[in-house]
């Protein structure tokens, strides 16, 4: 990738007919950038960049039990299961959280990944499946409620993410001098 190319962002958000949510975004890094890059260290990036990229709201606290994304050190907002590999990465099953749907906190996962592409790339993919949001509130939310997901949670992970990709980027050495997001279709659904 040239210093002048932008960084290319894949991206898909989207309610499901059951009212889950998929998101879906990865990048393309050239395998000088990528070597040695593996789920594992991807998930270790992503933990040591959330505190930065939510200004601190947001931190990490891994125990023997899992992971929690807790607000201001103390509310677990998303909490997850010890990672789980799986063909190409690692899966963190959701396990509760303020967030989190209580009678759906045994359902949904964050997977990251790292899968080698034709041309010398390697493909670092994050992804949330079957989470079912505590602001939808239900399996048929209403119209404001979706409204009300989109323009915060759903927003603002989006926007976590592509920054993390970039900042990914930017760390292993890469010069985009921008980042372009390029809407994919992986999952049916409603775009949220």
């Known amino acids: 990738m040239s210093a002048k190319a932008p ?5 898909q958000q989207v309610l499901q007919e059951d009212s889950s949510v998929f998101s879906i975004q990865w ?7 990528a070597q040695g890059m593996t789920p594992q260290r991807l998930l270790e990036a992503y933990l ?8 601190g709201l947001i931190q990490p606290d891994q125990t023997a ?9 103390c509310v677990p907002l998303l909490c997850f299961l010890q990672p789980v590999p799986e063909a190409g990465g690692l899966s963190l099953r959701i396990c ?5 749907q209580r009678d759906q906190c045994d359902r949904g996962e964050l997977a990251f990944c790292c899968e080698a592409k034709p041309d010398s790339f390697v493909r670092v993919t994050l992804r949330l499946s079957d989470y079912c949001p505590l602001l939808l509130g239900s399996q048929r939310p209403s119209v404001v409620r979706r409204w009300l997901y989109r323009l915060t949670q759903a927003t603002l992970h989006r926007l976590v993410t592509i920054r993390f990709l970039a900042r990914l980027y930017r760390q292993l050495g890469g010069t985009a001098k921008r980042v372009q997001t390029v809407q994919v279709q ?7």
Do not use: H, M, S, Y
């Open 7 to 11: 960084l290319q962002i894949a991206c």
């Open 27 to 33: 990048t393309d890094l050239p395998l000088e950038l």
């Open 48 to 55: 040591t960049a959330i505190r930065r990229l939510t200004w």
């Open 65 to 73: 039990e899992g992971i929690a994304f807790k607000l201001l050190g």
């Open 96 to 100: 509760g959280g303020l967030l989190v």
């Open 186 to 192: 992986v999952q049916q659904g409603r775009n949220t």
